[in-house]
Protein backbone atom coordinates (compact mmCIF):
# COMPACT_ATOMS: atom_id res chain seq x y z
CA UNK A 1 0.00 0.00 0.00
CA UNK A 2 1.11 3.58 -1.04
CA UNK A 3 1.74 5.91 1.78
CA UNK A 4 -0.90 9.25 1.42
CA UNK A 5 0.83 12.34 0.26
CA UNK A 6 -0.59 14.49 3.09
CA UNK A 7 0.43 17.50 1.04
CA UNK A 8 -2.61 16.73 -1.69
CA UNK A 9 -4.56 15.15 1.77
CA UNK A 10 -4.66 18.82 2.76
CA UNK A 11 -5.21 20.61 -0.34
CA UNK A 12 -8.48 18.65 -0.77
CA UNK A 13 -9.30 19.28 2.56
CA UNK A 14 -8.63 22.81 2.43
CA UNK A 15 -10.68 23.01 -1.02
CA UNK A 16 -13.32 20.85 0.28
CA UNK A 17 -13.93 23.49 3.15
CA UNK A 18 -14.05 26.46 1.29
CA UNK A 19 -16.98 24.76 -0.98
CA UNK A 20 -19.33 25.08 1.82
CA UNK A 21 -18.23 28.00 3.76
CA UNK A 22 -19.00 28.17 7.57
CA UNK A 23 -20.14 31.46 9.63
CA UNK A 24 -16.99 31.21 12.19
CA UNK A 25 -14.18 29.45 11.39
CA UNK A 26 -11.31 29.23 13.89
CA UNK A 27 -8.04 27.83 13.25
CA UNK A 28 -5.86 26.45 15.89
CA UNK A 29 -2.72 24.14 15.70
CA UNK A 30 -3.82 23.25 12.31
CA UNK A 31 -7.18 22.14 12.97
CA UNK A 32 -10.41 24.40 11.82
CA UNK A 33 -13.25 24.30 13.85
CA UNK A 34 -16.33 25.28 11.65
CA UNK A 35 -19.27 26.73 12.89
CA UNK A 36 -22.68 27.80 11.70
CA UNK A 37 -25.36 28.44 12.89
CA UNK A 38 -29.37 27.09 12.11
CA UNK A 39 -28.03 24.65 9.96
CA UNK A 40 -27.56 21.23 10.63
CA UNK A 41 -24.69 19.66 7.96
CA UNK A 42 -21.77 18.14 9.23
CA UNK A 43 -19.47 20.06 6.94
CA UNK A 44 -19.88 23.38 8.23
CA UNK A 45 -20.27 22.38 12.04
CA UNK A 46 -17.20 20.00 12.01
CA UNK A 47 -13.59 19.91 13.16
CA UNK A 48 -11.43 19.37 10.57
CA UNK A 49 -7.68 18.52 10.55
CA UNK A 50 -5.94 20.83 7.63
CA UNK A 51 -2.27 20.76 8.79
CA UNK A 52 -2.78 19.20 12.28
CA UNK A 53 0.28 19.60 14.90
CA UNK A 54 1.35 16.46 16.64
CA UNK A 55 0.30 16.49 20.55
CA UNK A 56 -2.63 19.15 19.95
CA UNK A 57 -5.24 17.27 19.61
CA UNK A 58 -6.93 16.87 23.32
CA UNK A 59 -6.77 20.41 23.36
CA UNK A 60 -8.90 21.08 19.70
CA UNK A 61 -11.30 18.33 20.97
CA UNK A 62 -11.58 20.26 24.38
CA UNK A 63 -11.74 23.37 22.70
CA UNK A 64 -14.41 21.91 19.62
CA UNK A 65 -16.40 20.49 22.90
CA UNK A 66 -16.85 23.98 24.60
CA UNK A 67 -17.57 26.01 21.34
CA UNK A 68 -20.30 23.39 20.05
CA UNK A 69 -21.96 23.45 23.40
CA UNK A 70 -21.90 26.82 23.76
CA UNK A 71 -24.41 26.83 20.45
CA UNK A 72 -26.23 23.91 21.37
CA UNK A 73 -24.84 22.35 18.13
CA UNK A 74 -24.05 18.87 17.48
CA UNK A 75 -20.64 18.41 15.39
CA UNK A 76 -18.57 15.69 13.44
CA UNK A 77 -14.67 15.18 13.10
CA UNK A 78 -13.08 14.98 10.04
Do not use: Y
Not at 61 to 68: I, N, T, V
Request: proline content about 5%.
Amino acid sequence: MNKPDFDVVRLIETHSARCWPATFVDALHGWEIRRTPDVSSGRVNSVNAIAPERGKFDLILEKARDLFAQHERAWASR
